[in-house]
């Protein structure tokens, strides 16, 4: 059996223009959403995220903000940096690119975000908010891999699905969302007994767990839909670093129903869902409803 392979891209593609429209429909009523990404550093890797953020916020027809801030700026002088974007009503979406350098305290700084403008949705009124089914922003990489399960199956109703990984960014909100589309959930992490075991029972699997190859094709269930959240660089002798996922592909291709391929399947999806997010802030600062085709995931 051959698996399908889910086209991360295409999916992607297709959400930022559902955004791209949604932003023509806001601006004709007067207001064009805006997007402000705060980068501490030259890191480079940073660098080229915050890049890529802000030319996909132009081309979605958003107004884009950048702040780069040096490597010694204070703590203090970037809070008030976020004050400053907290009280503009031109900025719907602040992003605080991380890592921060270590003198600055992440969760410092993830909390001063305005909860309403928290396009990460990292803030723990957000978190909150997911855990209680309360409209909220939401993580984008958790967002963008619900999108991808339900691009193959709309409907999550009593399936059985283990998430990989108890991070505040991707394994726990994933868990919230598969939970609020009745899914019964596992989560499941590197202390975790018989992962193998657990894992063969999941009809939705996402693997978040920072190991290359870590999930092998034997841990699936046939038929399953896996999503592969990893992205490692892996030195290859003779060759520069290449990226594999937290599942070996090759093997997964076999067994599983549905896979998404290592690049090309969540990495996308987070731009694009980083995109869906502002409009969504944009919409429900103004008391407006978010549309139809940015909540309707299938
Ligand atoms: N650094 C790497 N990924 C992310 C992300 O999704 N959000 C923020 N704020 N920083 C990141």
């Known amino acids: 059996m051959s698996a399908r392979v889910i086209d991360g891209k295409a999916v992607a593609d297709a959400l930022r223009t559902e955004v791209a429209e949604a932003v023509r429909d806001l601006s004709a009523h007067g207001f064009t959403p805006g997007l402000a990404v705060v980068l501490v550093g030259d890191h480079p890797a940073s660098r080229v995220y915050v890049r890529n953020k802000s030319a996909r916020t132009v081309e979605a027809g958003m107004r884009s903000f950048d702040h780069r801030l040096p490597p010694e700026v204070t703590e203090t002088e970037l809070?008030?940096?976020?004050?400053?974007?907290?009280?503009?009503?031109?900025?719907?979406?602040?992003?605080?690119?991380?890592?921060?350098?270590?003198?600055?305290?992440?969760?410092?700084?993830?909390?001063?975000?305005d909860p309403a403008k928290d396009v990460d949705g990292f803030h723990p009124v957000n978190a909150g908010r997911l855990a209680t089914g309360t409209p909220g922003l939401v993580p984008c990489t958790p967002l963008g891999?619900?999108?991808?399960?339900?691009?193959?199956?709309?409907?999550?109703?009593?399936?059985?699905?283990?998430?990989?990984g108890?991070?505040?960014?991707?394994?726990?909100?994933?868990?919230?969302?598969?939970?609020?589309?009745s899914c019964t959930v596992t989560v499941a992490h590197s202390r975790t007994r018989?992962?193998?075991?657990?894992?063969?029972?999941?009809?939705?699997?996402?693997?978040?767990?920072?190991?290359?190859?870590?999930?092998?094709?034997?841990?699936?269930?046939?038929?399953?839909?896996?999503?592969?959240?990893?992205?490692?660089?892996?030195?290859?002798?003779?060759?520069?670093?290449?990226?594999?996922?937290?599942?070996?592909?090759?093997?997964?291709?076999?067994?599983?129903?549905?896979?998404?391929?290592?690049?090309?399947?969540?990495?996308?999806?987070?731009?694009?869902?980083?995109l869906r997010n502002t409009v969504a802030a944009a919409c429900l600062r103004r008391g407006l409803a978010i549309p139809n085709a940015l909540t309707a995931f299938g």
């Open 79 to 113: 809070l008030d940096v976020i004050r400053m974007l907290n009280a503009d009503d031109a900025v719907d979406g602040i992003l605080v690119q991380l890592p921060l350098p270590s003198h600055i305290d992440a969760s410092t700084v993830l909390l001063a975000i």
């Open 145 to 164: 891999c619900l999108m991808l399960v339900k691009s193959v199956t709309p409907s999550l109703d009593g399936l059985d699905a283990v998430v990989l």
């Open 194 to 274: 018989d992962l193998a075991d657990l894992c063969r029972r999941a009809d939705i699997l996402v693997a978040a767990i920072g190991r290359p190859e870590f999930v092998r094709g034997d841990w699936i269930k046939p038929g399953a839909t896996v999503i592969d959240v990893g992205i490692n660089r892996v030195a290859e002798p003779g060759d520069g670093p290449s990226l594999l996922g937290d599942v070996a592909f090759a093997e997964a291709v076999e067994v599983a129903g549905a896979v998404t391929p290592v690049p090309g399947g969540v990495g996308p999806m987070t731009i694009a869902c980083l």
């Open 166 to 181: 108890r991070s505040n960014i991707v394994g726990k909100p994933m868990a919230q969302l598969l939970l609020a589309e």
